[in-house]
């Protein structure tokens, strides 16, 4: 019986070994990881840009669909965007404060968490936070 199983296995074995170096690249190809991390401003494997590779949107394009409902226009005491006086104390808390209000809304007032867009990333909202502060300096 083991002799059966080794006579059987023993093909096998010998194809696992016969691999030439460009099989086994198209393997470790083939079995690489779904994604692999790529810092913003890095090239990455497809091309492109980070931001262009998690296919994620920009600051202005999250802005213009989740933010600018109330940062326009100032509804509901939001600041505005460019209103330099109405940011300047907030910009003072620094950026990872603003991000977490962005992120996580600010209790008890309409700023909710992430400006209600549910399907906005973290670094999506981020992004759209960076926008915001740019244009309110
Ligand atoms: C429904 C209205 C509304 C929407 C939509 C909204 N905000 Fe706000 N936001 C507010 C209000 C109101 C405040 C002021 C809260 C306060 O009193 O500090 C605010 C404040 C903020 C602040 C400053 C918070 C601080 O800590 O000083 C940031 C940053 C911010 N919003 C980001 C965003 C982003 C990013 C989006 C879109 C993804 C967004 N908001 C969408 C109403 C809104």
Same mark, same amino acid.
């Given at each position: ?9 023993? +093909?096998?074995? @010998? ?16 079995? *690489? +990881?779904?994604? @692999?991390?790529?810092? *913003? ?22 802005? &213009?669909? @989740?933010?600018? @409902? ?8 939001? +600041? $505005? ?9 907030? #910009?003072? $808390? ?8 962005? #992120? &996580? ?33």
């Amino acid at each position: 019986m083991r002799l059966f199983f080794i006579l059987m296995l023993a +093909p096998l074995a @010998a194809v696992a070994l016969d691999l030439t170096d460009q099989q086994r690249a198209d393997i470790e190809a083939r079995i *690489q +990881p779904f994604s @692999a991390v790529c810092v *913003q401003g890095e090239t990455c494997g497809g091309g492109g840009d980070a931001v262009a590779a998690s296919a994620g949107r920009s600051g202005e394009d999250v802005y &213009n669909a @989740a933010c600018m @409902a109330c940062h326009s226009a100032g509804i509901a005491g939001a +600041p $505005k965007v460019g209103d330099q006086v109405a940011w300047a104390g907030r #910009i003072g $808390k620094g950026m990872d404060a603003l991000y977490d209000s962005g #992120i &996580n809304g600010v209790a008890g007032t309409g700023m909710i968490a992430r400006g209600g867009c549910v399907d906005c990333s973290d670094d999506e909202i981020r992004l759209a936070v960076d926008f915001m502060v740019d244009g309110s300096r």
